[in-house]
């Protein structure tokens, strides 16, 4: 199972699987998600896929029945293991987002899942500039102290700046917002800069200050004031996502 983290260490290369049965879904659930194993397609037979990764009948079976509760897969008798249409894939699973990421995200994935992300997370701040409490406050500008330090440091910086997200769902008492939290991760893994790609420097300092200004008006109660920091943090994060989308597709002119 992917855990929280995951997309963001992603950027540095995919991690290897815990076991066989890890392997195998990460192998397949990649495959489809990328579009090697097409909507609609049938998955090759078992004993092929068997042969293709080195596995057992248990695991590949037990494999594909969490790529079925993922809604990526369905097992038809008689015809086989069908890729299911993109509409029944759970796109909140963290595992598939990483997948997503993986393979590359298209530009109107990664729009709409800010789209998702600013609805959920504006409801996060508002619920937690009224329900914080001193320890979700101290937790706050500890992550911040941790996103300043990490200037520079891409993947540190997005682990602690996801951290501090985290705590905003938490002081938020819903659930269900911090089971979201994933959508958070993906955009943030998206918008870290590279630095063979963009100067870094203002992405770094700019994202800072827009939670600086976040967890202080969090702590003062100010609702209003919350939910428009945080749409100005979502709006650099955007603009840092879509440099870079664009500079990976854009030909390496030298």
Not at 35 to 52: N, T
Not at 163 to 188: D, I, K, M, Y
């Amino acid at each position: 199972m992917s855990e929280p983290g995951s997309l963001i260490r992603a950027r540095s290369g995919r991690s290897a699987a815990a076991n066989f049965h890890s392997f195998i879904i990460n192998e397949i659930g990649a495959g489809i998600v990328s579009g090697r194993f097409p909507v609609g397609s049938i998955l090759p037979r078992d004993a092929e896929l068997m042969d293709m990764y080195g596995v057992s009948r248990t695991v590949l079976r037990e494999a594909l029945k969490t790529l079925e509760a993922k809604g990526l897969v369905e097992a038809r008798p008689k015809v086989g293991t069908r890729v299911s249409p993109k509409s029944r894939w759970a796109l909140f699973d963290h595992q598939v987002l990483l997948w997503h990421f993986e393979a590359g995200p298209e530009p109107l994935f990664v729009g709409k899942l800010f789209d998702v992300r600013r609805l959920l997370e504006c409801e996060t701040v508002r619920l937690a500039a009224k329900l914080r409490t001193a320890d979700h406050i101290r937790m706050l500008y500890y992550w911040l102290q941790q996103m300043s330090v990490s200037r520079g440091m891409a993947d540190s910086f997005a682990l602690a700046t996801l951290e501090l997200h985290r705590v905003l769902a938490e002081a938020s008492q819903n659930p269900l917002l911090r089971a979201a939290l994933g959508v958070t991760e993906f955009t943030l893994a998206a918008a870290m800069p590279e630095a063979e790609r963009q100067d870094g420097e203002g992405f770094y300092e700019t994202a800072v200050v827009n939670r600086r200004n976040l967890v202080q008006a969090v702590e003062a109660g100010d609702v209003a004031a919350a939910e428009a920091c945080l749409l100005a943090a979502i709006g650099a994060d955007l603009d840092s996502a879509q440099t870079r989308i664009r500079a990976a597709s854009s030909p390496d002119i030298r």
